[in-house]
């Protein structure tokens, strides 16, 4: 009876009775926005900083990728025998090869005088590296000694180098005390271990870092016929090479960095416990809302139940009025969490957008946050007795 007479008059009555108290719902909504925007900033710096480790490796042009196995990330890759990937040349699945020389060096501002970590790779420019068809003229130019490619994207304490190349001014600086000229730009963005970048020939890389044993390279790239099995190539590289180099498709060599900054940091851990943090703030909050919502409407409650409403419709009303917290709570926070993500990649370069996947994750944390509170603010309801409240 109850169920139809409410479904015949249409009474919103969770909604009336959440603006019933403006002030009370503003403060419900303002603090399931906020538990809203920490969850997505929290995921999102996550999730950021996992893809902007990763961001060289998706350029490579290659199918498989041998690495030493004394390599544990980006920041502390070894060397391994290059002549492991010239023997990979024997499968007849293997189309082509890119050996790579990648260390961290230290490069110093041309402006300030000061130096900074940058990531550098040293290939023989004659060979295929990334898939942006772009840089194939441009690394010709790294056939004379102590030319260097700069990637323009690196953050702005590398100098003011993009804007004088383009001035038409000669750019030249110094890498681990060595006199390097900027021969170009070329643009690949930061990575979470690299605030910087830049690209030259093996001859030089050698030059810069003479240290680095004759025949040892820190990643080879390994190129396949169109038809070819990678997984397949995978295996069968793994019996015919010595266990003195790891091998890896492609995906498997950007699992294996992301996987370094997720179990072998504290990062991973941190941004997931804030994110849980924010989770638990607005259970709380909303579960207060609820709470006060159904004890200051307990009389109403019980003269309904006293008049032969079922209490399953009673608690319906309860969850109606989760899901619109959850619902109105959420929009304020996807569209801050929007105009936040713009400003970090604007200040950070970090790859930090938002996506469906974590836009998804989060309303349904929230809904999970909401619907969870009201069910605990229903314990009220269920326990209130008619003849002890009159």
């Known amino acids: 009876m109850s169920g139809g007479f409410w479904s015949n008059r249409g009474i919103p009555l969770a909604s009336l009775m959440l603006i019933r108290q403006p002030v009370r719902l503003a403060v419900a909504l303002?603090?399931?926005?906020?538990?809203?925007?920490?969850?997505?900033?929290?995921?999102?710096?996550?999730?950021g900083l996992f893809d902007a480790s990763v961001t060289v490796h998706r350029l490579f042009d290659t199918d498989i990728v041998l690495i030493s196995p004394r390599s544990t990330s980006s920041v502390s890759m070894a060397g391994f025998p290059k002549r492991r990937l010239v023997q990979a040349m024997a499968l007849p699945e293997v189309e082509g090869i890119t050996p790579v020389n990648w260390n961290l060096l230290l490069w110093r501002n041309p402006e300030t005088r000061g130096t900074r970590s940058i990531l550098a790779l040293g290939f023989e420019p004659g060979d295929p590296l990334f898939t942006d068809a772009t840089l194939a003229p441009k690394a010709k130019q790294l056939t004379q000694k102590g030319r260097v490619l700069f990637d323009e994207r690196s953050r702005p304490e590398f100098g003011p180098v993009a804007e004088w190349f383009r001035e038409g001014r000669v750019v030249e600086s110094e890498i681990a005390g060595k006199r390097v000229r900027v021969a170009g730009l070329i643009e690949l963005g930061t990575s979470f271990g690299a605030d910087g970048n830049l690209l030259t020939s093996s001859e030089t890389f050698?030059?810069?870092?003479?240290?680095?044993?004759?025949?040892?390279?820190?990643?080879?790239?390994?190129?396949?016929?169109?038809?070819?099995?990678?997984?397949?190539?995978?295996?069968?590289?793994?019996?015919?090479?010595p266990d003195d180099v790891t091998v890896l498709t492609k995906q498997g060599f950007i699992d294996f960095e992301q996987n370094y900054w997720k179990t072998g940091t504290s990062i991973g851990f941190i941004f997931t416990l804030g994110a849980a943090m924010g989770f638990v703030v607005g259970c709380v909050i909303v579960y207060q809302v609820l709470y006060s919502d159904v004890s200051d409407h307990l009389p109403e409650y019980a003269t309904l139940m006293a008049m032969g409403y079922r209490l399953f419709n009673?608690?319906?009303?309860?969850?109606?009025?989760?899901?619109?917290?959850?619902?109105?709570?959420?929009?304020?926070?996807?569209?801050?969490?929007?105009?936040?993500?713009?400003?970090?990649?604007?200040?950070?370069?970090?790859?930090?957008?938002?996506?469906?996947?974590?836009a998804f994750t989060v309303f349904t944390m929230i809904l999970i946050m909401c619907m969870a509170s009201a069910g605990l603010a229903m314990r009220r309801l269920v326990d209130a007795d008619p003849a002890e409240i009159f």
């Open 30 to 47: 303002a603090g399931i926005s906020f538990a809203g925007i920490l969850m997505f900033m929290q995921l999102g710096f996550r999730d």
């Open 206 to 241: 050698r030059e810069l870092l003479p240290n680095t044993p004759p025949g040892s390279i820190e990643v080879g790239l390994i190129r396949l016929n169109a038809d070819a099995d990678a997984e397949e190539v995978v295996m069968r590289l793994k019996t015919l090479l």
């Open 314 to 358: 009673l608690l319906g009303v309860v969850v109606r009025e989760g899901l619109l917290l959850a619902l109105f709570g959420y929009l304020p926070a996807y569209a801050a969490g929007q105009g936040l993500y713009l400003l970090v990649r604007n200040a950070t370069q970090l790859p930090v957008a938002m996506d469906f996947s974590r």
